[in-house]
Nanobody
């Protein structure tokens, strides 16, 4: 399965950006999905996750109350979005879409995500 991210780019601090990830396999509508990010010189870290139903979400403390994760199923494709508000310089990173292979709670365990996108760069400038 191929997860394709889009929506990254440069944005001024305090601004907003929405990332989108598309996977054209309806089976992914039943999987936990999430967003991770990797800043230069740092390890990849969890950002947000959402359960298969979209009812349960989980956020890293650093983005809580600023980012919103959501998902939709349109025909046979699953759309995962990350609305990022009040962006900070520290949010600069490559953002990755990821999917688990089972349903369940929206978790932050990177090793349990088996499918990954190629990443999209988000650069926040002052």
């Amino acid at each position: 399965a191929q997860l394709v991210e889009s929506g990254g780019g440069p944005v001024q601090a305090g601004g907003s950006l929405t990332l989108t990830c598309v996977v054209s396999e309806r089976a992914f509508s039943e999987y936990v999905m999430g967003w991770f990010r990797q800043a230069p010189g740092k390890e990849r870290e969890f950002v947000a996750a959402i359960s298969w139903s979209g009812i349960t979400t989980n956020y890293a403390d650093s983005v809580k109350d600023r980012f919103i994760i959501s998902r939709d199923v349109i025909e046979n494709s699953v759309y995962l979005r990350l609305q990022m508000n009040k962006l900070k310089i520290d949010d600069t990173a490559v953002y990755y879409c990821a999917a688990d292979s089972i349903a369940g709670a929206a978790h932050d365990v990177e090793s349990r995500y088996h499918y990954w996108g190629q990443g999209t760069q988000v650069t926040v400038f002052s």
